[in-house]
Structure formats: C-alpha cells, structure tokens
C-alpha cells in the first residue's frame, strides 16, 4: 500500500518459503514490514505467489520468542504440552550470559563424560549458507563426528544420492527458466502450483506457447489443466510407468545413440534391463494404458529440447532413488542434457536446502559434497579450521539420529530452526526421543512443537533480520539483507552458534557473515568467483561461474559430466513396492504432502495473518465416491487410523484424487499428518517413505 516515501526503507532481500528464490523488496515504516514486493530477480522476474507477497506478518507475530528461556526446575515432565499461556510453568526467562553458559555447558558436560558422539546436531534449510557452515564446522570440529543433518533428509535425498551416483553433481542441470527453450517437459511428482507456484507460472506459459506438458502425479496435480498428457498412476508404481517408458524408447530405436556413446557409461545393461519392462506388462502394475505409456515414450524421445522436473512425490519413497535414477536415465538416453531447453531440475523445497546441503550440513557430505570419509578432504578443512582430525565414518541421519537416542547413545541436541517434533515420520517415536534427550539447545523463532521438549531455547531472528546468501533451486546464491533488527533480545543466528562455539571451547573469530563465507570459498569451489561484495552488487550469480563477470552456467554439463572419464552412469532400476501396503484393516493409500498456504511445519505461515485466514483448519482430501462411500459429506470429521496411530480432521472433496487415496497436508499440529507416517527409508538417500501409508478412514462426526 502506498508509494515509497510511505516508507522509512526498502530493502532488497529474497523470499524466506521455498526454494524458488523470489527476490522481493521489504518496505518498512515504524519497525514493522508493511508491505512486499516483488523485483526482477533471474528466478522470479518481478513475480510473487500469495506467500511471499502476504505471508510476512509472522515475524510480527505476538509468539516471537524475545528472550533466551531455560527450562525450569519444577517443570513438569517433558511433552508436547507448552502453549503461549502456560509456557511460564516450563520456563523461566534467562540473560543471554546465563542461558548460553547453560546451553554450551550441558553439550560441552555430555561430550566430556560420554564421548563426542552423545551430542548431535539438526541445522535448518530457512538459515544462510553461511549459518549452515556454522553449523556444520561446530558438530565436527567441536564434537568431532558428522552426526549433523537437517530436513534434506526429509526431502530430496535420494534425489542427491541419485544425481551424485549417475551425474557426479547433487544440483540441478538447469535453471527451470530454460523451460523457455524447451518444447517437452515432463513433471512427476510436484505440485508447483501450490509448492513453487512462481516457477509454475513460467510451466503454463510454456504450454501456452505450444509446448507439451507431460504430467505424472498419484494426484491429478492443478497443471494437469495445462497437460498434453496427464499420468494419474497408482502411488508407489514410479519405477515400472518410467520402465516402461524407456522399454519403448528402446525397443523402437528412439535414443540417442551419438549421445550415449560420448557421454555415458553402463548403457548395454540399463537396455537389457529395459526389456523386462514392456508397457503392455507394466500398465496393470502402475495403472496408465501401454498406448498412453508408448506416446508419452515418443513425444519425449522425438523432442527438441526437453526436461525433467520432480518433487517429493519422486523421492520420498524407499525407493525415491531408483525413481530417480529412471529420470537420470529417461534424459541420458534421449540426450536431454546440457543444452538450452533441456536437463534434470528436483524441484527444491525450502528456500535454502541447496545451499544448506552445498555447505555441507549432511552427514556424509563437507562442504560441496566432498567425501567425508577422504583423509584429504577432511585435513582440507582441518587446516583451515586449525584444528585436529574429526571421525571418518558418515555419520548419522535425521532419523537415524532419533533412533540413537532411544538406543541411549545420543543424549544432547542443538537444533537449529527445525522441528523434529512435527517433520519426522512416525512423530510420536521423535518426541519420545526429544523428551528422553538429557540435555535439548533449541534455537528458533518461535517456541515450536520441537522447543516444547527443550532444555534452553534461544531466541533468533527471521529472514528479514538477517544477512547471509542463500542458493536456490537454480543454483543461484543470491543475497539476503536485514530490513530490520530481530526484536527484544533475540539475535542472528550466525552469531548465537558462534557463542555457542566459544562457550564448548573453540576459538572462533567471525566478525560478520562476510568473514565466514570468505572462508567457505577456500575449500568451496563451486563458489569460485562468487564473492560477497559481487553479489552485494548483483544480488545473484549462479554457480557455477566461470569469470569475475560470467552472471554464471544456467546449464551444465554440455561437454560432459563430473565423474571419471567425464561420463554419466545409467544405473538400472527394479521395482521395489511401497514398505506398507494395504490390506483388510488398512485399506486405502495415505498421501502427504503441502498446500499453497501453509509452508512445512507451519510454525510461520500458520502465525501469518492472511494466510490463515484462507487456510485454518486441518483438512484432508478424497473422491466423491469414497465420501459417499463412508456416508460423510464434505467438511464432516473423518478419523484417519495406520498401524502407527490415529487422527481425526475435517474432509474435503476432491475428484482428482483416486477412489482409494487420501491426501493431507502436515503443517497442523492438532491432526499432525506425521503421527500417521511411516518410518521406513530408502537405503542410499536415507529418506522416509511420507508418501505411502496404507490407512483406514472412518466416519468421526460430533467428535
Ligand atoms: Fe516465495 Fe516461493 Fe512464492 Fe516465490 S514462489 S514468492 S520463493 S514462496
């Protein structure tokens, strides 16, 4: 509202949801943001969806937490059972000096007296790059371990774990602006209309321009609307509608053979593979005809230029990585990579989990995905952090780390930003795990579900209170700006894990985050010729850059890949069903995943005003004929029962979704989504299967 001399200042900064990137402009008067923008970055080209354009006022929001907080001595028993009126029976507030004495001194007490290893570390994909290396560098270097993860390991993991395998790199091949050039494009489970709704307003104009959109989703996903063709396959059949695709594209001759003899390795066994998989045997498996299957196999093989864009229907399965792997291969084959209009884009989900995971807040992974288990690569960091060896064995997952807990090794945590206590699958078995830990540091904004069962909480700053890079899904490291000072007492949070650092003993000197991600350039070279002071100028350059101008490769790997003999690999996959499968007492497939309004956890957008307002209550989705089977109609209770718990939440109708699915967002702690999941993970990217859950629906009315 109004023009700029109604505000005191305008900052340009980027949007804090997803990883998009949207730059924004933050308009600011009286100490309160009034009203966002968005401006022309490489990502976002002046455009904003209805988060970033309204969903700001959270950081306004009476909840913030403005002073450290240490639990009391009296309190009760740790649970899920703090709220905004009783949080002073739990705890007490506390000087910084005091709380960060505390919360230094319990992880600093555990690793002297049970081994470094008792402490482990969650950090956050909603911090910098900068506070990601922070982050990272305190687990290894101050408890001498990689027991350090955040929520990639919920998202995309095995997508890494895939393109790492098969590609040599865990980015993307190109920036979904080149959709542009494109004149196929394929998006398999993604939503972009609520979950990058910018990005897919550049996928609609490329179907208005004439190019064809192959959708594949469980779900009929909102562009299915746009679609040349729309696969509404059976949850959990990825391998075998991709299988039989490329079947096809063999059996008719339809790849590249120029492409695969320069660029790839291991093709003669993905082509035999390939043969088990004929479209006529598979339809039955994944429940698209073998004539849609053999026309979507010639559109994608007879493009120009064509890409593959996935979200976490593709990857949040137990096997999320053999989903991708056919992906890699499907573009391998047909060589769809490296040139304008083509490549491999998994759809990031928080508006820093490239960079988070660049920087190397992954226990397997330094910083630009070295090897951690490499003598070389970890005394690389050693001599720049000036400091002793730290373990060489990967260390442990997200949910790996709970696992430990209850196993009574891991007995302290320092969370950063995440929220375990709502994002884990199976939840209940994650808060028992959280209230069992004798020593909790929560670091957030907000006293969230997972600060319930903390020791200490300290207060932090949002997004628009801080400065730092943070990457994209584009590969794009682009610049944040504080458009004001975190309120009360709280603070960055670059600098509360410095303090913390010092207060465990290490001798850390930052005195910005400049200085850190000078340091993160020494051994990063993916951030060769990207510097802070450039990109306090430009606000974006893409990785990688070749030159102190180069704006930086928007495509990648037009002359090969980085693995040995500059070759990508095709690695075959086989079918694998979904861990927990239907039967007479569960039913149906439960489905989770986002919506437009609501962002993760909910921690910020159910604290936005507007977006609230829209979306408040806890919801799940079926077809018609399944309502009318149970005898509910639209917005009765229905109780959602797995093998794990039970539910009960409002339905909503919703034809594009199959007789025997239900789909429901997480972001509700009161019918939390995750009580219901299942825990079981995908061996290589250690990711949990949260999009297959057989469940029971049972009419709940007046409950
Ligand atoms: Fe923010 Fe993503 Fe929306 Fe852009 S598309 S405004 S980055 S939530």
Sequence with gaps: VGDSADYDS???????????????????????????????????????????RFGFDYIHHEHRLTKPLIRRDDAPAKGLNVDPDNWR??????????????????????????GGASVAGFGSA?????????????????FGHNNVDHCTRLCHASSVAALMENVGSGAVTATFNEIENADVAIVIGANPIENHPVAATFFKQFTKR?????????????????????????????????????????????????YIDAYTENWEAEKAHLADFPPEKMEA????PAATLRDVARTFAGARAAMIFWGMGVSQHIHGTD??????????????????????????????????SDAGLIPMFMPDYLDVTDDGVRSAFTEVWESGDFSAEKGLTVTEIMDDVHAGNTRGMYVLGENPAMSDPDVEHARDA????????????FLTETANYADVILPASTFFEKSGTVTNTNRQVQMGRPALSPPGDARE???????????????????????????????????????????????????????????????????????????ARFTPASIIPPDDVPDADYPMVLITGRQLEHWHTGSMTRRATVLDAVEPEANCSMHPSTLRKLGVEPGDMVRLTTKRGSITLMVRVDRAIAPDNVFMPFAFVEAAANILTNPAIDPYGKIPEFKYSAVRVEPASGQ
């Design 89 to 114: 029976t739990f705890f007490r507030e506390a000087e910084w000096d005091e709380a960060m004495e505390f919360a230094g001194g319990g992880l600093k007490r555990l690793r002297d007296e049970h």
């Design 493 to 567: 949070d670059w600098k509360i894990t410095v303090e913390l650092a010092q207060r465990i003993g290490l001798d850390w000197r930052y005195d910005s985050p400049a200085d850190v991600f000078a340091e993160m350039k020494i051994n990063m070279r993916s951030l060769d010729n990207i510097t802070w002071d450039r990109l306090m100028k430009e606000n974006s350059v893409t990785y990688p850059s070749l030159s102190p101008d180069d704006p930086g490769q928007a495509i990648v790997f037009g002359d090969g890949f980085p693995r040995a003999e500059g070759r």
């Design 434 to 445: 959280l209230a069992k830990l004798g020593h909790l540091v929560v670091q957030d904004i």
């Design 210 to 258: 004439g190019g064809k959109l192959i959708v594949m989703d469980p779900r009929g996903v909102g562009l299915r609307r746009f679609a040349s063709h729309m696969l509404q396959f059976k949850p959990g059949a990825d391998v075998s509608m991709l299988n039989a695709i490329m079947h096809t594209i063999v059996e008719e001759k339809l790849y590249d053979q120029q």
């Design 323 to 356: 989903n991708s792997r056919c992906l890699i291969s499907l573009a391998l084959m047909t060589g769809q990579v490296g040139r304008p209009g083509t490549g491999l884009h998994p759809l990031r989900g928080q508006n820093n989990v490239q960079g988070a």
């Design 126 to 142: 909603k911090c910098t790059n900068e506070e990601a290396y922070l982050f990272q560098k305190l687990i290894r270097q101050g």
């Design 10 to 52: 305008e900052i340009e900064s980027i949007c804090p949801f997803c990883g998009v990137g949207c730059q924004i402009s933050v308009k600011v008067k009286d100490g309160r943001v009034k009203k966002v923008d968005g401006i022309n970055g490489p990502a976002n080209e002046g455009r904003l969806c209805v988060k970033g």
């Design 285 to 288: 498996i994944c429940g698209i």
